[in-house]
Each structure stands twice: as C-alpha cells, then as structure tokens.
C-alpha cells in the first residue's frame, strides 16, 4: 500500500520561501511520475511541478524560475524548493503519484503568502 504525506507548509511574506516535502511508504518497482498540484476554493486543482522517475521535470507556467521540483530516492522523498512567493502561490498543495495505472495523492498541506 502506497502512502504519501506531505509536510513543510505554513505561512510566510510575499518574496520569501518554503521547502515542501512529500515522504512515500510503500514499494513501486515500475517508471512513475510524482508531482505537486495546489488548490485555492472554487478552483480546479492544477499542476505545479512534476519529475518522472527518469528524471524528466515539468513546470507550470506560473512557478517556472521561481519553484524547483527534486527528489531523494534513498529517502523517498520529493521536495518541491518555492521562492520569490505570490499572494497567487497561496493554496493546498497536494503530493500526487502516478504509478501502474493508480493514482495517489497526499493528505495536502497549506500554504499562505500574506504580509
């Protein structure tokens, strides 16, 4: 069983930085891709960042040059690097897995950027 929990959220000023982490229990033995999508109410949930496990990243338009997607295998652990945040950049940010056909998400972790 696949589990994915994110941390690392909180609150901070406009221009400052976060480091989410997202730890996954359970073995995959298949190419996957895990990625960060966020939400803000009454919005679709959208694609932050992504990294398959060849290596290959994908970026949103609106976090390119600010955000950085990497990952830790020994540790399991994806990290998604935030800098230069928005008020725009505030939202759930959600861990997410694709692997063998299955989807997997995380618990979500806030983050706010207000001065």
């Known amino acids: 069983q696949v589990h994915l929990v994110e941390s690392g959220g909180g609150l901070v000023q406009p221009g400052g930085s976060l480091r989410l982490s997202c730890a996954r229990s359970?073995?995959?033995?298949?190419?996957?891709?895990m990625g960060w999508y966020r939400q803000t109410p009454g919005k679709q949930r959208e694609l932050v960042a992504r990294?398959?496990?060849?290596?290959?990243?994908n970026y949103a338009d609106s976090v390119r040059g600010r955000f950085a997607i990497s990952r830790d295998n020994a540790k399991n652990t994806v990290y998604l690097q935030m800098n230069s945040l928005k008020f725009e950049d505030t939202a759930v940010y959600y861990c997410?897995?694709?692997?063998?056909?299955?989807?997997?998400w995380g618990q979500g972790t806030q983050v706010t950027v207000s001065s």
């Open positions: 990294i398959a496990s060849g290596g290959t990243t």
């Open positions: 997410n897995l694709v692997v063998g056909g299955r989807n997997y």
């Open positions: 359970g073995s995959i033995f298949s190419n996957y891709v």
